[in-house]
């Protein structure tokens, strides 16, 4: 008869070196948490300073706004979106981020 080996629980297990990192948000009053590289965190936070708001209100407008994508790959989508509007010269307002299911929404 074989002894079991137990299994490490989650946080055992999780890679250290791994550039993804989980941040707890709440979400329309529900607390849940998002998985992004620090990058992103950093750009969120950049993007949420310069339209003077908390980072948590800008990750609920892009919740809101997403069609088909997981939260943090429209996360993704939408900081990508952002910077390259903004290296292209064109203006990224509020409205731009509600205005399309594709892009950023906001």
Do not use: C
Request: without cysteine; proline residues 5%; glycine residues 4%.
């Amino acid at each position: 008869m074989e002894i079991g080996i137990s299994t490490p629980d989650r946080k055992a297990r999780r890679n250290p070196n791994s550039p993804v990192h989980k941040h707890s948000i709440r979400l329309a009053g529900n607390k849940t948490s998002i998985s992004l590289e620090n990058q992103f965190w950093d750009s969120l936070r950049e993007i949420a300073r310069s339209k003077n708001i908390p980072v948590d209100t800008l990750i609920e407008r892009i919740d809101t706004g997403r069609a088909r994508h997981n939260l943090s790959s429209a996360v993704r989508l939408f900081v990508l979106e952002y910077f390259r509007t903004r290296t292209s010269g064109a203006t990224f307002s509020s409205e731009d981020l509600t205005a399309s299911k594709a892009g950023p929404v906001l």
